[in-house]
């Protein structure tokens, strides 16, 4: 985990629709920071810092540090409720990570090798079907991203959540579930739609010859 992010809070004591009305009118984000043995604390954030730092992927599944009146509190963003019409950030939820309680993270997934592996060259497509993993794992062993390498991937196959190679000390979340079967695919190549696979016209051209062949023996 390479980047690092600090982020400056203000403590808002008013609270309520239309305090977070006013708030967004000059340009702030309501947010709340929660978790461990403290209190919830209500805070408010610069709305453009805050929009620069979602900017980079890595924000999202990095451990943070929040600056509250000087006080430096550590946390991870566990939800960000957006404008539907606006590029506005409406409100934060952040919470405060303990360094010996495993995380449950959502980090992105990284696909290599797409444009270069078998199915590709072979003139399929890739289709990603999942593009972030749930995690679970100490905050000090925390991916920035997990990657999935594609290479040997060939047409009709696909990769599932059981062949991710993880980091040590990382586990899968979908994966601890016994109850259900839970390998989805993750990624898949396939041929576009309207066309057919190489060998289904070697097949058709060898059966047309035959025909024709059949045809002046005849």
Known sequence: MSATF???AELRTDTGKGASRRLRHANRVPAII????????????????LVHACEDEA????????DV??????????DMQRHPAKMQIMHADFQRIDENQALHVNVPLHFLNE??????????????LITELEISCLPADLPEYIEIDMAAIDVGESIHLTDIILPEGVSNVALMQVDHDHDQPVASI??????????????????AEGEAEGSSEE
Request: aromatic share 6%.
């Open 69 to 78: 009146d000087g006080t430096a509190e550590k946390v991870i963003i566990k």
């Open 115 to 128: 444009e270069s592996c078998v199915g590709v060259k072979a003139g399929g497509i890739v289709s990603h």
């Open 59 to 66: 924000f999202f599944s990095h451990i943070l540090t929040i």
């Open 6 to 8: 600090t982020l400056t």
């Open 190 to 207: 396939h041929i576009p739609r309207g066309e057919v696979e190489p060998e289904e016209v070697v097949s058709e051209e060898g059966e």
């Open 34 to 49: 929660y978790g461990t043995d403290k209190a919830p604390s209500m805070l408010t954030f610069k709305h453009n810092e």
